[in-house]
């Protein structure tokens, strides 16, 4: 079976503060994605993940791909209330890029 | 460049009614993907699109058609509408040999 995995579900920080976010994933693919979403609004694409040991970027945020432990980590750093949003990744099962499953999200909350 | 419009932006049904939610992109990109996310859950896909004429079910296809009879547009038809295709319907495209998808802002659903 198909399946993408997050931890926590839920996670409440305070600013200044380091965390990580984990997806699992269920079996071999080495497309992974990351993204952000504000209440009631659409999908922002944070990263794109497609080798083994990839790691990228971006300000606070930085993703991580292991495809042998088939996990990729999301990792906050020194957090800031406007980084409060759902974060979900997805996993590319197909060997045509068609075939996305998403994680059921990780829902952060960064505190004053 | 719009990217990738939707509408409506909600509507509410009755149950056994049908209707047809748009999707539009003036990117010029090859793929195109139709997904419904239920509260608190990540997307599924129902259906998607490789080009003009080819379409293909995605992982939850079941009370759903679509059809592409041109590269800009990807209609998605619910013929019989049910409570459990309340969701927030999201269309997606996708440049052909790029791992990006681009987001339209959703559509949201309810039948009762």
């Known amino acids: 079976e198909l399946k993408v995995e997050q931890n926590p579900l839920f996670l409440s920080m305070q600013e200044g503060k380091n965390y990580t976010i984990y997806c699992n994933y269920s079996?071999?693919?080495?497309?992974l994605y990351w993204y952000r979403q504000d209440p009631g609004k659409s999908l922002e694409s944070l990263f794109v993940l497609l080798s083994n040991g990839a790691v990228k970027q971006e300000g606070r945020l930085m993703a991580s791909l292991d495809t042998k432990a088939r996990l990729s980590t999301l990792h906050i750093t020194a957090a800031v209330h406007d980084l409060s949003a759902t974060y979900f990744c997805?996993?590319?099962?197909?060997?045509?890029?068609?075939?996305?499953?998403f994680g059921a999200g990780t829902r952060l909350t960064v505190k004053p | 460049n719009a990217g990738v419009t939707q509408t409506p932006k909600f509507r509410i049904l009755k149950i056994g009614q049908s209707m047809t939610l748009q999707c539009t992109q003036d990117m010029n990109h090859n793929y195109m993907y139709w997904y419904r996310q239920d509260p608190g859950m990540g997307l599924k896909l129902i259906y998607y699109s490789v080009g003009a004429g080819i379409t293909d079910k995605g992982e939850v296809p079941n009370g759903y058609n679509v059809s592409r009879s041109t590269t800009e547009d990807f209609p998605l038809r619910l013929e019989l509408a049910a409570p459990s295709q309340t969701s927030v319907y999201f269309c997606?495209?996708?440049?052909?040999?790029?791992?990006?998808?681009?987001f339209g802002p959703g559509t949201r659903l309810t039948v009762t």
């Open positions: 079996t071999t693919s080495d497309r």
């Open positions: 997606a495209s996708r440049l052909a040999g790029g791992h990006e998808q681009y």
């Open positions: 997805a996993v590319d099962f197909s060997y045509n890029n068609n075939d996305m499953r």
